[in-house]
């Protein structure tokens, strides 16, 4: 699904990828790791908003870079979401289902939004988080990629996202990335730990719940 070969990003002189080198496949992907880490960078080059600066990345075989058919297979939620501030909420996602298929309303009742018809800059937070998931998922694209999934929703939103992944991963694939790991485990495949601008660890999710605990317990102990 996604195929990064010795991926480096720099900016100026800071190193947020030094070379990665990782092949993640189908299903539901996590990819954690500390401020600053590169975790994020990672993920715009796969999302094609970065170029790197040097490496290959394929992600379902296309450049993200360079392949404009790539953004009709992939849909990404942002965090933090940008918006233009005086459309509505279905104006954007009719947007996206122009070139990607689908329909706004059914992803709306997916995510229980009942705001679409209000213009963006009235938005919360929360709705403001619900809006860019819902734009990610719009059109049944093969790769939703979510930056902070659980980042401000209260809790009954945040189990209603964790069971739509739970649901979907029958369709589609995720690339994850979060700071709030712990939920989502239950439904994840395989995890990914980016620390340092490389990759530190990686494996299946049953043999890396005890790696994340004991890598995010020392980080609060060394505090």
Do not use: C
């Not at 080059?45 to 490496?55: E, F, H, L, N, Q």
């Not at 700071?179 to 990914?192: N, T």
Request: glycine share 10%; proline share 5%; charged share 25%.
């Amino acid at each position: 699904m996604i195929e990064a070969s010795d991926l480096k990003k720099y900016f100026g002189s800071i190193r947020a990828l030094d070379g990665v080198t990782v092949e993640i496949p189908g299903g539901v992907n996590l990819i954690v790791g500390p401020n600053g880490g590169g975790k994020s960078t990672f993920f715009k080059i796969a999302a094609g908003v970065y170029r790197p600066t040097s490496g290959r990345i394929r992600v379902l075989g296309k450049d993200p870079w360079r392949d404009a058919e790539f953004k009709r297979k992939v849909g990404v939620s942002f965090d933090p979401a940008g918006f233009p501030p005086f459309v509505t909420g279905r104006e954007w996602l009719e947007l996206f289902a122009e070139y990607r298929g689908g329909n706004p309303d059914e992803v709306a009742e997916l995510l229980g939004i009942d705001f679409l018809d209000r213009r963006i800059r009235e938005y919360s937070s929360g709705m403001r988080k619900k809006l860019s998931l819902a734009q990610a998922l719009v059109g049944d694209p093969e790769l939703v990629m979510i930056d902070e999934p659980l980042a401000n929703l209260d809790f009954e939103a945040m189990g209603r996202v964790v069971e739509i992944i739970k649901t979907l991963r029958k369709e589609t694939n995720f690339l994850l990335i979060s700071h709030i790991w712990e939920p989502l485990l239950p439904v994840v495949d395989r995890v990914y730990v980016i620390a340092g601008g490389r990759l530190v660890a990686q494996g299946e999710v049953t043999e890396m719940k005890e790696v994340l605990r004991n890598l995010y317990s020392l980080s609060f102990t060394s505090r």
